[in-house]
Structure formats: structure tokens, C-alpha cells
């Protein structure tokens, strides 16, 4: 039994992949065994993957399902699974993709480590590839931080809506994301604060814990990173990304499952979503 400073609580959010939320909740199984306290919610999947969770479960004691009828989007299915280990105590949620393996043995010490220096509100680790070579974009500046950029995004998820039709918006898509890389200029490798983190696994905090009840539920997917920057940037509370953790992301399976193999309709749906989730951003931005 691993014996930890604070109590632990990890969310992890299903949608209809099966295979993948298994691969995600044994790499948890390996780490912590029954000592680490798993809610995984079912966003809406309303297929046979549902009961196929709630059988995997009554043989585990430490995994509690939670079942949501409709899917509610990446911030509002998370906040069902937070707000239950809220209620149980935690002092520490990890809201984990579906599509992460967890294999870092003392991942939980580290962060401990990490808040007894820093005190910090919200975390994020490395995303490496089974090779151990890190490959995320992030940490990131937010692109986003005034409302006259946010108008600019809005526009440009307009512009790359049309071009799918035609297949320009890859061109365009990329363009954008090679100038801001080029602009951002961080290394992966080392450890900052206040900066962007991926919304794939996030660690929040006991302080962070009692002011929120989670993400901001007001979006259905996309930008929640950005959002929780605002959040964070407004209330004064600390983000590190720090890669003395790390985990393994696989990718957006659920969001794959959601949308089919079309890869033009997918995009289309993550242009749409980004579009509406401005908005959100827009109305954090006003509450300074």
C-alpha cells in the first residue's frame, strides 16, 4: 500500500471506446492498485460499454461509475466525477483523458513534492510518446488573452469552416499553428508557471478545490485550457507545468468515436465547437 500525504482522487472520462478506458484505468490498476480512489464517468455512450463498465467495476473496490444519459461535453462530464471526490474529501482531482497511460511509478510523489515548493493550484505533466521522448505543444501562452483576439478566432474558425469544404483549412490550420510555435518559445523540458497546460490531464489542488466545483461547464468541447488560464489568471491562483511527471497520451479517441471517420466532418465539428466556446472565453475575460 502506497502511503501518500494528501488524499488522491482521479476522474476518468468514458465515451463508447471500451478498449481504450481499460487500457487507461489497468495503467492506473499497475500504479496504485486499490490504494488510489478511480471515479470514471460515462459520458453519455449509452451502449453496451456501459454495462460493460459497471461489470468491470463491482470486481474492483476502489472504481466507482458514474453514468450520465447524455453527453455533456468534455467540462460538464469531468465536473460529475469531480464534484463526487470533492464531496469524498479529496485534496487532490486528476481529471484524466480516457486516452492516457499512466506509468510513472512515483507520479503522485513527485506532485507532492512539487506542491510542498510551490503551493501551486493547478498542475500539468509532460505528454511523452512509448519511446519516452516528449512530444507535446505545450506549455503555450495564451493566443487568446483579449477580446479583440478572441473576435480574430472566432473569424478564423469561420474562414477554416468554409475552406473544409474545399480542403483548405489543413493549409490554413497549419500555417497559424506553425507562426504561434515559432512565437511561444518554450521548451518542454523545463519547468514553468502561469503558462498553458493540456487539458488531457490536469491536478488540481486542495485550494483550487475549495473555490471550484470544476471546469467551467459552459463549454461542450475545446479551449477549456484557455478558459482555465482566464480562471486562473483572475483569481491569482498558480499553474505549473512541470515535467518531472509524465504520462502518455494516445489521442482523441472518444472525439474520433463521436464524429465517425470523416475526417472533414470532424474538423468541421471542432471548428463549430471552438466558434461557441469563444464565447465562454469572451465572459471569463470580463469577470477581471
Not at 208 to 222: A, C, R, S
Not at 234 to 253: D, F, M, Q, R, S
Not at 260 to 273: H, I, M, T, V
Not at 276 to 287: A, D, G, I, T, W
Request: aromatic content about 12%; some cysteine.
Amino acid at each position: 500500500m502506497k502511503a501518500y500525504k494528501y488524499k488522491w482522487g482521479i476522474v476518468v472520462l468514458h465515451y463508447k471506446v471500451m478498449e481504450v478506458t481499460l487500457q487507461c484505468i489497468k495503467s492506473l490498476i499497475n500504479i496504485y492498485g486499490s490504494d488510489m480512489m478511480v471515479v470514471v464517468v460515462d459520458n453519455g455512450s449509452d451502449d453496451e460499454t456501459t454495462q460493460d463498465l459497471i461489470r468491470y467495476s463491482l470486481k474492483k473496490k476502489n472504481i466507482q461509475i458514474i453514468i450520465s444519459k447524455n453527453n455533456l461535453g468534455f467540462s460538464r462530464g469531468n465536473n460529475l466525477g469531480y464534484l463526487y471526490l470533492k464531496r469524498q474529501g479529496c485534496d487532490f482531482i486528476i481529471l484524466l483523458n480516457n486516452d492516457v497511460i499512466m506509468f510513472q511509478q512515483d507520479f503522485i510523489e513527485k506532485i507532492e513534492e512539487e506542491y510542498a515548493q510551490s503551493k501551486f493550484d493547478i498542475l500539468g505533466p509532460a505528454i511523452i510518446d512509448r519511446q519516452g521522448r516528449i512530444v507535446t505543444s505545450y506549455p503555450q501562452k495564451p493566443v487568446h488573452s483579449t477580446i479583440w483576439a478572441i473576435y480574430l478566432g472566432q473569424i478564423t474558425c469561420i474562414v477554416k469552416w468554409v475552406l473544409s469544404f474545399i480542403k483548405l483549412d489543413v493549409k490554413l490550420a497549419g500555417y497559424i499553428a506553425n507562426k504561434q510555435n515559432k512565437e511561444i518559445g518554450f521548451d518542454s523540458r523545463l519547468r514553468y508557471e502561469n503558462v498553458l497546460i493540456s487539458g488531457c490531464c490536469i491536478v488540481f489542488s486542495k485550494e483550487y478545490i475549495k473555490k471550484f466545483d470544476g471546469l467551467n461547464p459552459n463549454t461542450f468541447m475545446y479551449l477549456e485550457e484557455e478558459i482555465l488560464f482566464a480562471r486562473a489568471n483572475k483569481n491569482y491562483l498558480k499553474i505549473v507545468y512541470t515535467p518531472a511527471v509524465k504520462i502518455i497520451h494516445i489521442g482523441e479517441a472518444a472525439t474520433s468515436c463521436l464524429l465517425g471517420k470523416g475526417e472533414a466532418q470532424k474538423r468541421r465539428f471542432k471548428y463549430l465547437n471552438q466558434f461557441k466556446s469563444f464565447f465562454v472565453l469572451k465572459e471569463e475575460l470580463k469577470k477581471r
